[in-house]
């Protein structure tokens, strides 16, 4: 089953295009309000950081459904957080919130250019549904390729980026960094694994209905 893109495009029109812009300050007043919000409500670490961090299956679902925009979203929210919680400065805030967009933006170019060819859905609906569009899912496969790509492979680059940065800036030594490492890559884990279908179940399949989806990056 190859994926069909017809209902996921953009197309220019002015009402869709409202929705797209409201749907992506929205994206970006939630990812601002994780980052605010998260080392508050979870045991926090040093300041600005928390044991379990849930920001991680946000980012790659929003860039999922708006690609560049919603790594513009994505971006934003991430970097104003990070600005207003710790002490980092300007810029260091600034290269790792890109940090935290760089595993979205592979999932988005590899969900759209490569696994689409292999009968996975390129939304990721088929980890949820059977069936679409009267077109039987490879579902085991999918969660296969969900769970290996995403949910570990991704989530390590994430992880480790972000880590080999705040070392390289002085905020964590090696030894905590290692420690730090297994501790968000399980969260990272544990997050992607239970919030992701959510969002795919609550979000994903309504936009896709009403064509607030980009079949490509810009459109």
Known sequence: MK???QNLSLRWDKKKTLNLFLLNFIALIIIFSLV???PYIFIRGKPGTSVFFILYPFIIEFVTLWGIWGIISSYSGVAAGLLLISNFKP???LILAFIYIVPAAISFAIYRRFVSFLGLDPLK?????SEIEGTKTKRLYAWI???MF???LLNVIQVSLGLYYLNLIGFFSKSEAVFWFYVWSFSNFVSCLIIEPILIKTMTENLKEFGLVNAGWMS
Do not use: C, K, Q
């Open 3 to 5: 994926a069909n893109h």
């Open 36 to 38: 605010y919000l998260n």
């Open 91 to 93: 810029f260091n805030a």
């Open 125 to 129: 609906i088929d980890l949820l549904n």
């Open 145 to 147: 390729f969900f769970l």
């Open 150 to 152: 995403e949910a570990i």
